[in-house]
C-alpha cells in the first residue's frame, strides 16, 4: 500500500512539473514578431522591466528614460475584440540573425481607441534568443487627439 501512493505522487510530481514546463515553454515568446510585439505592448504600458527581458542591454539607459516622456496608456485598454485592430507588423529588411519591423498596435480603451505605430524596431538574434536592439520612432493618436510622436534615444 506504501509503494502505491509512493507511485501515486511520484506520478503527481512529474504530471506537475511537465504542465509548468509546457507552460513557460507556450508563454515565453521566442519568434522575432512575437518578442517585438511583446516589447512594444510593454512600451505602451510602460513596463520598462518587461522592455528589458526582451532588449539588449544598448537600449536599456532609453528604457529606464521612457517614463520621463511617455504617459502610459491605462491597464484599462485591451487588445480589441475584431483580431484585425489588434496587432500588424510590416518587416522590413531581413537576415538570418537580424530583422526591421515595423508595428501598428490598437487598443481598445473605455472611452476612445489608441492606435500605436512603431517604425523601424530591429530585432537581432543572440544566443539563439531574439532581442530589441533599436527603434526609430513611436507614435500614439486617438480617435479624439492629434499623433505624437517620440524618438526612442
Same mark, same amino acid.
Given at each position: 500500500m *506504501?509503494?502505491?501512493?509512493?507511485?501515486?505522487?511520484?506520478?503527481l510530481a512529474?504530471?506537475?512539473?511537465?504542465?509548468?514546463?509546457l507552460?513557460?515553454?507556450?508563454? /515565453?515568446?521566442?519568434?522575432?514578431?512575437?518578442?517585438?510585439?511583446t516589447?512594444? #505592448?510593454a512600451?505602451?504600458y510602460? %513596463?520598462i522591466?518587461s522592455?528589458?527581458?526582451y532588449?539588449? !542591454?544598448?537600449?536599456w539607459?532609453? =528604457? %529606464?528614460?521612457? !517614463? &520621463? *516622456?511617455?504617459n502610459?496608456?491605462?491597464?484599462?485598454?485591451?487588445?480589441?475584440?475584431?483580431?484585425d =485592430? +489588434?496587432?500588424?507588423?510590416i518587416?522590413? +529588411?531581413?537576415?538570418?540573425?537580424?530583422?526591421?519591423r515595423s508595428?501598428?498596435? +490598437?487598443?481598445?480603451?473605455?472611452?476612445?481607441?489608441?492606435?500605436v505605430?512603431i517604425?523601424?524596431?530591429? =530585432?537581432? *538574434?543572440v544566443?539563439?534568443?531574439?532581442r530589441? /536592439?533599436?527603434?526609430?520612432?513611436?507614435? #500614439?493618436?486617438?480617435? &479624439?487627439s492629434?499623433e505624437?510622436?517620440?524618438?526612442f534615444?
Open positions: *506504501k509503494r502505491k501512493k509512493i507511485a501515486t505522487l511520484v506520478i512529474l504530471f506537475v512539473a511537465l504542465i509548468i514546463w507552460a513557460v515553454v507556450f508563454t /515565453i515568446p521566442t519568434s522575432d514578431f512575437a518578442v517585438g510585439s516589447f512594444a #505592448e512600451l505602451i510602460n %513596463e522591466d522592455a528589458k527581458r532588449s539588449s !542591454p544598448e537600449i539607459s532609453a =528604457l %529606464e528614460s521612457w !517614463p &520621463n *516622456k511617455h502610459a496608456i491605462s491597464q484599462d485598454c485591451k487588445a480589441p475584440s475584431d483580431l =485592430l +489588434g496587432i500588424w507588423s518587416s522590413g +529588411g531581413y537576415t538570418e540573425n537580424e530583422i526591421t508595428y501598428v498596435i +490598437g487598443r481598445e480603451c473605455p472611452d476612445e481607441f489608441y492606435t505605430t517604425d523601424d524596431m530591429t =530585432l537581432r *538574434k544566443d539563439n534568443r531574439w530589441v /536592439i533599436s527603434l526609430v520612432s513611436y507614435c #500614439e493618436s486617438t480617435v &479624439n492629434a505624437i510622436c517620440l524618438g534615444d
